[in-house]
């Protein structure tokens, strides 16, 4: 008996690319050259100044990202154009056949919805502690009391690190005067 591992898939399984590309792989390419031309128009709305420290301004870096998006679009269409393809996905330990977890995906919609709806009310560390512990029990970890510690320790981390080391205040809430 053989211990290696086959891939199930062969080249003769898999379909040949399309003359003229995807159409999918077309519309990323849109997506790109328009996200590309957005930064650029934005960017030129970013006043053209300068200084001693700073002799770019601040139009350079948004400027040339959203040029770059634009070069990757054009560059991505080309590569579609002549046949160029992505791998398809393996699915290493993923039983692709198996239907989405609709459970999992609403609860953690739930949470993150929870989380924008409390954060002003109850202030970060609590709707941060909620989110961080409603996410673990949503995909299926049960040690409630470890992810409680856990959660709270990262609300309070990301609290302090936000005010401290950002200079950026999250919401107290119900907790403003004894952070």
Known sequence: ???????????????????????????????LALLGTAVIVDALGIPHITSGTDPVGPRAVPLILGALLVLLAVLYAVDVARGGHGEPEAGEDVDLSGGSDWRTVLLLVAVFVANALLIERLGWVISGGLLFW?????????????????????????????????GVNLPAGVLQGIL
């Open 1 to 31: 008996m053989s211990s290696e591992v086959k891939d199930e898939r062969t080249a003769e399984d898999s379909p040949p690319p399309r003359e003229g590309g995807d159409r999918a792989q077309y519309g990323v390419c849109v997506f």
């Open 134 to 166: 409603g996410t673990a029990f949503a995909l299926g970890n049960r040690h409630y009391i470890r992810n409680l510690l856990i959660a709270v320790t990262l609300s309070l981390t990301t609290f302090y690190a936000f005010a401290i080391g950002l």
